[in-house]
């Protein structure tokens, strides 16, 4: 079962990439192409997901929407680990007022959403795919300075470190040698949760506005747009929606069988 979990996530997480590795050298029609004359049409042959209140095929707006899909959830989550694990591995290891400064301000910045300091950036810079990017990379830092904390002071017990430090060897060099290699797995666990949760947030931020201006598509403008058809041509909102739904699942299934699969103590005895 556990391992379904793992193949269930690697599947529908391949599936969003081959999205965005298809559009890039291939779609059926132009994205951002208005035809007045074949707005609301249902799927068929030539619109296999049916059109929107433009004329625009959907099917090709998802194949471009995956790409920000990818982008937003690499570049936030990214942002975070670089800054949130070494915090964390800080915290972990200087311990006393350090530690307490690091994790106090991480739960102020642990109190600020994604959604109030994309509505910050927004007033200052004006809605984008960066803005979208920067608040949920900001937002996710504490996540990743917690984990990257517990799982440094678990390592910082074992006796191996205590002998490290004890032949001489400097904090940089215990860092270097002794804890990242063996908290890179329940990082690796968090960078796919964090993913999952990026793209829900960008898709959120998209669905009000903050996030990628129209006429670029994203899932969550795409959902925006369809509420106006919503009794009319439902299906509109159905597609997007699945994507986003399939999206988060996949990227939490795999974080899911990632743990299992990576934690010794968790894996399923054969």
Request: avoid cysteine; charged fraction near 10%; glycine fraction near 10%.
């Amino acid at each position: 079962m556990k391992r379904a979990q793992l193949i269930a996530g690697v599947v529908l997480v391949g599936v969003v990439v081959l999205a965005t590795v298809v559009s890039l050298f291939w779609m059926p029609f132009d994205p951002l192409r208005v035809v007045p004359g074949q707005r609301l049409l249902p799927p068929g042959p030539v619109h296999w997901l049916g059109t929107d209140g433009f004329g625009i095929d959907i099917f090709s707006r998802l194949l471009l929407g995956a790409r920000s899909v990818l982008l937003v959830g690499i570049i936030s989550v990214g942002l975070a680990a670089v800054v949130g694990i070494p915090l964390g591995m800080l915290a972990g290891q200087a311990g006393g007022w350090i530690d307490d400064v690091v994790m106090r301000l991480s739960d102020v910045v642990y109190a600020l959403p994604a959604l109030l300091l994309a509505i910050l950036l927004a007033s200052v810079f004006g809605a984008s795919t960066v803005t979208a990017m920067v608040s949920i990379g900001v937002a996710t830092i504490p996540a990743f300075a917690r984990v990257a904390r517990a799982g440094t002071l678990q390592v910082m017990a074992a006796d191996y470190v205590l002998a490290a430090r004890a032949s001489g060897t400097s904090w940089w060099g215990v860092a270097w040698r002794h804890v990242a290699p063996n908290i890179a797995p329940v990082l690796g666990v968090q960078a796919s949760v964090g993913f999952a949760m990026a793209i829900l947030a960008e898709a959120a931020l998209s669905y009000l506005g903050l996030a990628t201006p129209r006429p670029n598509p994203t899932w969550g403008n795409m959902l925006r747009d369809a509420q106006d058809y919503i009794f009319v041509a439902p299906l509109q909102a159905v597609w997007p929606g699945l994507a986003i739904a399939m999206a988060v699942l996949g990227f939490n299934l795999l974080g899911d069988g990632l743990r299992d699969y990576l934690d010794p103590r968790l894996r399923e005895v054969p």
